[in-house]
């Protein structure tokens, strides 16, 4: 796979998981229920049975995250502005097009390592159970995972 489809591919993703960052941090900001805090979270504290100490770091990284890909997201936006530009020339300059992209998915880089610092704040907070469950949501997500439908994960 070229260096080209690789990074457009990874773009794609982050940006995609900007997308479903940006929903989360709409209903957090408009349907604020009377406790405050995001509806998504909520949830996620209540099937893992977390403690206020836990909530409050994975709140925490949760809103770097956000604002991280929000970053990101702006960048991608300008770079796609750019490529346009660019497209619309009588000749396209592959150089430019390589600078342009190489310029903008560096961020890319620093989005990876703030994700693997937040996952692994988060995983040393959670307890061995809660781990268990937070990855068994990860993979199979939240509305096949048997666990989450029995309730609260034990301590």
Same mark, same amino acid.
């Given at each position: 796979?070229?260096?080209?489809?690789?990074?457009?591919?990874?773009?794609?993703?982050?940006?995609?998981?900007?997308?479903?960052?940006?929903?989360?941090?709409?209903?957090?900001?408009?349907?604020?229920?009377?406790?405050?805090?995001?509806?998504?979270?909520?949830?996620?504290?209540?099937?893992?049975?977390?403690?206020?100490?836990?909530?409050?770091?994975?709140?925490?990284?949760?809103?770097?995250?956000?604002?991280?890909?929000?970053?990101?997201?702006?960048?991608?936006? %300008? #770079?796609? =502005?750019?490529?346009?530009? +660019?497209?619309?020339?009588?000749?396209?300059?592959? @150089? $430019?097009?390589? &600078? %342009? #992209?190489? =310029?903008?998915?560096?961020? +890319?880089?620093?989005?990876?390592?703030?994700?693997? @610092? $937040?996952?692994? &704040?988060?995983?040393?907070?959670?307890?061995?159970?809660?781990?268990?469950?937070?990855?068994?949501?990860?993979?199979?997500?939240?509305?096949?995972?048997?666990?989450?439908?029995?309730?609260?994960?034990?301590?």
């Amino acid at each position: 796979m070229s260096p080209f489809v690789s990074g457009a591919l990874g773009a794609g993703t982050v940006l995609l998981l900007a997308g479903i960052l940006r929903r989360a941090h709409y209903h957090r900001r408009f349907r604020r229920s009377g406790r405050g805090g995001s509806w998504f979270l909520r949830r996620l504290f209540r099937r893992l049975g977390t403690r206020p100490e836990q909530e409050r770091v994975v709140s925490a990284e949760a809103d770097a995250l956000a604002l991280e890909f929000r970053q990101f997201r702006e960048e991608a936006f %300008a #770079l796609r =502005a750019e490529v346009a530009d +660019l497209y619309g020339a009588p000749a396209l300059d592959t @150089e $430019a097009v390589s &600078r %342009a #992209l190489d =310029a903008r998915l560096s961020k +890319l880089e620093a989005v990876k390592t703030r994700l693997a @610092e $937040a996952l692994a &704040r988060v995983h040393a907070v959670l307890d061995p159970a809660q781990r268990k469950a937070f990855a068994d949501l990860i993979a199979r997500g939240p509305g096949r995972c048997q666990r989450f439908h029995a309730g609260p994960a034990e301590a």
